[in-house]
């Protein structure tokens, strides 16, 4: 994992900080486990623009991930492969019986390397198992929040979390965000911190690189009209007032989640501002 700075030959090139994909093996992905994206470019059925700021970009195939990891049995890793889809690293491995699936790659994760799922398993980087059978201080990631349904936090670039205490039918983690929370024993969820943990350290350059990503050039609040946004108008530069979104909600340290949120009393702590 390293970045580099590139030589300022050109405008869009004197900020730029790049990836150099060390840990990537191959270029080429699994045929079999991709299909094309189709775009909507932020229209509806009708043709109507309904999301702002979306449209162009590269064209994309995607990977199907295996975010359960509900094989159990082990399997070889082939090789470490770029996905334009998200921002960590994917990893192509293949079971005993041939079947090949992509799993989310980890810090470590090296090709050769056997990865396994399901109880009794050794808890080294790459391996999943339940919450119960992982010793307690462990870096985890890929980590479900109910039994069965499949990864869902801590799945992004360096992202982890940590396996605090264990009490009864609950396992408690610290959460990327800072925040603690109780997570049934039964989730599963897999070793080690995500791949690609320099992906933050990238820097654009340029704002020709957000349009390869499909990203349109976005309006601040300020510049609109009154009619447009709550911060519009005004006599040349406003404060603008309070931050708030189009539709008059407060942000920046305004609460939304509900009160009334059954999930509220298995959060320990709240995450850090």
Known sequence: ??????????????????????????????????????????????????????????KRKYRIIDFKRNREGAAEVLSIEYDPNRSAYIALVQYEDGEKRYVIAQNGLKVGQKIESGE????????????????????????ELRPGQGAIIARSAGSYAQLVTREGKYATLKMPSGEVRMVLIECRAT?????????????????????????RPRTRPMVMNPV??????????????????????????????????????????RRKK
């Open 1 to 58: 994992m390293s970045v580099r700075k590139l030589k300022p030959i050109t405008p869009g090139q004197r900020f730029r900080i790049v990836n150099n994909y060390d840990e990537v093996t191959t270029n080429k992905p699994e045929k079999s486990l991709t299909f094309g994206l189709k775009k909507s470019g932020g229209r509806n059925h009708s043709g109507k623009m309904t999301m702002r700021y979306i449209g162009g970009g590269h």
């Open 120 to 143: 009794g398993v050794a808890p080294v980087v790459g391996n999943t198992m339940k919450l119960k059978e992982i010793p307690l201080g462990t870096v985890v990631s890929c980590i």
């Open 191 to 215: 070793i080690g911190a995500v791949s690609n943990s320099d992906h933050q350290l990238q820097v654009s350059g340029k704002a020709g690189r957000s349009r390869w990503l499909g990203r």
């Open 228 to 269: 447009d946004h709550p911060m519009g108008g005004g006599e040349g530069r406003a404060t603008g007032g309070i931050p708030r979104s189009r539709k008059g909600i407060p942000a920046k340290g305004y609460k939304t989640r509900s009160k009334k949120k059954a999930s509220n009393k298995q959060i320990v702590e």
